[in-house]
């Protein structure tokens, strides 16, 4: 069974930071693509950013570039988003997602998952 957990979501201040985890089991890891993706209230969820997991590549929403950054553990199965300078426009909750065929056209679109987790809210203060 496919699992993936997030966790670290809590409230911070404009300007601060937080480290978010994805916990990954029940497929083989080094063959997935594991994305963020985040939804605020009465918007759509949208891509964060992505890493294919067998070769690093990562991909990132033009709106957390230079502020967010994706990595992955391959001995922990897991995956982690630093996100930096936080804004109060980053405040949603963040999912992980899991493509488990390793290829995509469009790694921060919803359509490419088939695998999510739970959520962790993250909400940024002013």
């Known amino acids: 069974e496919v699992r993936l957990v997030e966790s670290g979501g809590g409230l911070v201040q404009a300007g601060g930071s937080l480290r978010l985890s994805c916990a990954a089991s029940?497929?083989?890891?080094?063959?997935?693509?594991i994305a963020w993706f985040r939804q605020a209230p009465g918007k759509e969820r949208e891509g964060v950013s992505s890493i294919t997991i067998n070769d690093g590549t990562t991909y990132y929403a033009d709106s957390v570039k230079g502020r967010f950054t994706i990595s992955s553990d391959n001995a922990k199965n897991a995956v982690y988003l630093q996100m930096d300078s936080l804004k109060p426009e980053d405040t949603a909750v963040y999912y992980c997602?899991?493509?488990?065929?390793?290829?995509?056209?469009?790694?921060?679109?919803?359509?490419?998952?088939?695998?999510w987790g739970q959520g962790t809210q993250v909400t940024v203060s002013s």
């Open positions: 997602a899991a493509d488990l065929t390793g290829h995509q056209y469009n790694p921060l679109r919803v359509y490419e998952y088939d695998n």
């Open positions: 029940g497929f083989t890891f080094d063959d997935s693509i």
